[in-house]
């Protein structure tokens, strides 16, 4: 969607999102974060973490970074973090998904829930989210896409058109993110509320092709 429409849907979503749309998603996002695991000092990327809501919920074992676009959302998370006295959050910052401003492979995980079908050049930012992640490293995804049929996908079609003012896209394709070059797909499965969301964890591999070509092995 288009960045300043991000930018204001969500200065408006900040103050009522964990009660609403949050709230909604909860379920999802625990069944993500229990897919984030790794030894002691793991580094975590969570990139879109807008107000927070995953952050008590990840490993206090491991070194967590959040960026979100949203100053809003943002400052959110960080009343959460002293709120809650979150010793594994390293630190919060402001960022565009687009050009994540971190060296190539900083992250042995990189989390990214219900954020692909808000952010502009949702290609760019797969390819960020490559980028910085370690060779053999995860990206653990949860997010709502297209349905090719069934009454989720008329819904989603009859709402795709309003993605700038609720603040994402409802009819996104999930080949976005099979598509992308460097991944390999390890699990994918629906995930609450009624199988509306999906869970993929995908692995960085150096492999030239995406996560969706049947000549990749699977997990
Ligand atoms: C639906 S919220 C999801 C927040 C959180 N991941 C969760 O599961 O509750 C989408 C988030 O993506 C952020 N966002 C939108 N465009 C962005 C961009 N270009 N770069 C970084 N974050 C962006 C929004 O500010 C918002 O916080």
């Given at each position: 969607m288009d960045p300043r429409a991000a930018t204001t849907v969500y200065a408006r979503w900040?103050?009522?999102?964990?009660q609403t749309f949050g709230a909604i998603t909860q379920a999802a996002r625990r069944a993500a974060v229990r897919k984030v695991t790794g030894p002691e000092g793991t580094r975590v990327l969570e990139v879109g973490v807008g107000t927070g809501l995953s952050l008590p919920l990840l490993p206090r074992h491991m070194k967590v970074t959040g960026v979100d676009y949203s100053a809003e959302m943002l400052a959110q998370a960080r009343r959460r973090v002293d709120r809650m006295n979150l010793p594994h959050i390293e630190s919060l910052r402001q960022m565009d998904a687009r050009e994540l401003g971190f060296a190539d492979?900083?992250?042995d995980r990189v989390v990214a829930m219900h954020m692909i079908s808000v952010v502009p050049e949702?290609?760019?930012?797969?390819r960020e989210m490559v980028r910085v992640l370690k060779p053999g490293g995860q990206l653990i995804m949860s997010n709502h896409f297209a349905k090719k049929q069934g009454p989720l996908a008329h819904l989603s079609k009859r709402t795709a058109k309003f993605?700038?003012?609720?603040g994402w896209?409802?009819?996104f394709d999930i080949s976005v993110v099979l598509d992308t070059p460097g991944l390999r797909l390890l699990e994918r499965r629906a995930l609450?509320?009624?199988g509306m969301m999906t869970l993929l964890v995908l692995e960085r591999s150096d492999a030239p092709t995406p996560a969706n070509d049947p000549a990749q092995p699977r997990g």
């Open positions: 900040a103050p009522i999102y964990d492979a900083s992250f949702p290609e760019r930012v797969m993605a700038d003012r609720i896209h409802s009819d609450p509320p009624v």
